[in-house]
């Protein structure tokens, strides 16, 4: 199978497992994953990701264009691109909307702090619980050339940097070497965040 092909049958998948979990409400989240050092497939803009098929997925180049201009690809392209260019260990990238990363984002400030949770070690280098990760929350923005803009200026301002961030109100992105530890990382993150918000309404 060409990498086109296998990396759009990957992202058809990715979709279903998403929407199974209620990640990707009405036609909300997008998906890539890298082909090479300039190009990646991403998904068409506005399609239920529940439902997608591989007529779904789009090539552009790491500046957001497109290589069939009758396509046009997701609203937050140039999010995934931003990751791409930024992290070359990037593989492969999920955002969704789950209820708990849009309740946490509404209401946590710069950033939500994951500490001592197991499954910390779905994250690189942190190899125990005995961890803490500070999931930065940017804020929301439909200029999002302008949202890559602040995002590129909150890493260079950051040491270790989480492959995932929340946006207020919106949902999550999430990025890995490739579509399996990048769903394994969406998976955990959400778990955490659902136990965050959990511990929240205990208090
Ligand atoms: C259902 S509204 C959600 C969109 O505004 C956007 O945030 C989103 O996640 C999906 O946009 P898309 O252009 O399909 O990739
Ligand atoms: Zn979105």
Request: glycine residues 10%; proline residues 5%.
């Amino acid at each position: 199978m060409r990498l086109e092909e296998q990396a759009a049958v990957q992202i058809v998948a990715a979709g279903r497992r998403l929407d199974a979990l209620g990640w990707v409400p009405a036609t909300a989240g997008n998906f890539s994953v890298r082909l090479d050092a300039r190009r990646l497939a991403v998904t068409v803009s506005g399609r239920h990701k529940g439902f997608l098929t591989t007529d779904d997925v789009m090539v552009v180049d790491l500046d957001g264009v497109a290589e069939d201009p009758a396509k046009r690809s997701s609203a937050e392209t140039l999010l995934h691109c931003g990751i791409y260019r930024r992290f070359p260990e990037a593989g492969a990238v999920l955002h969704g909307h789950s209820i708990a990363n849009t309740v946490l984002s509404r209401v946590a400030g710069g950033s939500v702090t994951l500490a001592g949770y197991e499954l910390l070690k779905v994250f690189p280098g942190l190899p125990t619980h005995e961890a803490s990760v500070d999931l930065p929350v940017v804020p929301n923005d439909q200029d999002i050339a302008r949202m890559q803009r602040g995002l590129d200026a909150l890493w260079d301002g950051m040491g270790a940097i989480p492959p995932g961030y929340l946006i207020q109100g919106h949902g999550s992105y999430v990025w890995a070497p490739d579509m399996p530890m990048a769903l394994a990382r969406m998976e955990g993150l959400e778990f955490m965040l659902r136990c965050v918000l959990e511990e929240r309404s205990l208090r």
